[in-house]
């Protein structure tokens, strides 16, 4: 939660995206997509369903190969064949939608995975800094539950402390409240919240348009793999240019999403 | 084995019933609860009683068509023969100790060898390319080659070769066949639980930055192997009685031992013996498999949500 990680210059990007391009068999997922992310700030990726912003999300964490275009983190491009790809995971969080905990390990073992794993950190240390952060988050009982008893958000709680622990320079947040149950939202979005106000630099993939407004810095339309309309939330969301973004907004509105 | 599921399910829901009987919130149980709970034992009551008794009567008639049977009486003596059965017994339990020693060992070999089968055909990228096929290729064969055919070629094909320094032993022969057969089906059952882990979990585990043969170690092959339990025990199960195989090659096993009698005898009983000894051996670990496979199916009843 605090941002470790000094190699930033002043107000480099953190992530930049470049004529992003990404096909799956031969439909375009993503074209030309340009995305720069700011360090410490909030960028959220709205679109109906299958508009690309998953693969994006997945593509910056080299999940997916992309078919052409550049990705750079912190400066250095990370879709040169020749970076480390491990490496680079290591420096971005990634929570997911269906919270993807390893059901037959503890909360703790959960989270201190790749801290003792990847970063070799000690056990003891590793499980301390663990601690520290679910009792942050209120899950200070559940160290020592499996993921199967948790609730839904407790388990996405779990997750963003999983993504925290190993101190992430960017956290990418792929629809992480999509899964839940209305009343268990709150709770996880509020978690979000406290991150930005600590200064981590995110991407979420959202449908909560509401919260998009309230915390993004920056909010990208996606529409059939192109960033139809980028700004800050007031623009997007007060004064949409584009018909599509206008449509798109209505028809949330009209669903009583925003 | 449906028969046990059932049983047990039916004792965890009467189970249940009762724990929130007695939840102390002052509930009584109504008339209509006692009331059906009363028609429900005497329905049971009604079944078992019918269970016995259609039992009875096809013991009975199994055992009236078997003895009227015009063969009977010699087959009695060739077959059932108290005088051999004793006589038998105890030569055939001083070689079912090689049997089990079989098992123990060629298990131990089996689970490791189809773990590394298992891992090589999974494993990704070009430079792996020699190892997949050879895996692959390793699986199709000795899983379509009769087991007996293996052992034939093996225990008696080696020595035939008359190699310098490779053993004749006929058990270490036979074990060796027992192991290459098997090796195969517990490397599919492995091969089949990794790919059953959702792949989800290994971009969970790559995201956080873990190698992928870290993402194998620590997250998919414990879940993987997890799920292969009541598999992988059924295959240990089978193996435990072909290790009666080996007496082809003139080891002195337990199907070896009654062999010996019968050829000296004449008198087939020491089969029987044999053969209910293997029986009698493997349902401790038949019920064992049963047991660990309700166990899992109730944990996963309740984990719901992977």
Redesign the interface.
Known sequence: MSTPETTTVGDAPVLRMESVRKTFGGSVVLRDVDLEVAPHTVTALIGASGSGKSTLLRCANLLEEIDDGAIWLDGEEITDPRVDQDAVRRRIGVVFQAYNLFPHMTVLDNVTLAPRRVHGVSRAEAEERARELLERLGLGGKADAYPDRLSGGQQQRVAIVRALAVRPRLLLLDEITAALDPELVGEVLEVVRDLKDQGMTMVLATHEMGFARDVADQVCFLDGGVVLERGTAEQVFGDPRQERTRRFLRRIVEAGRL | MTVTKDESAREGADGEGDMAGGADDGYVPSERRLARERYRRARARRATALASLSTLVTAAVLYLVVVNAPGWPRTKETFFSAHYAREAFWKVLEGLWLNVRLLLICGAAVLVLGMLIAVARTLRGPVFFPLRVLAAAYTDFFRGLPLIINLMIVVLGVPALRLQGVTVDPVVLGGTALTLTYSAYVAEVFRAGIESVHP??R?????????SR?ALR??VL??AV?RQVPPLLNDLVSLQKDTGLVSIGGAVDAVRAADIIVGRSLNYTPYIVAGLVFVALTIPMTRFTDWVTARMDRRQA?????
């Not at chain 2, 971009?203 to 190698?211: C, E, P, V």
């Not at chain 2, 309740?302 to 992977?306: A, D, E, K």
């Open positions: 989800s979990q971009a969970a585990a790559r995201s956080l930055g873990l190698t870290q620590h997250v414990p879940q997890r309740q984990g719901g949500s992977l």
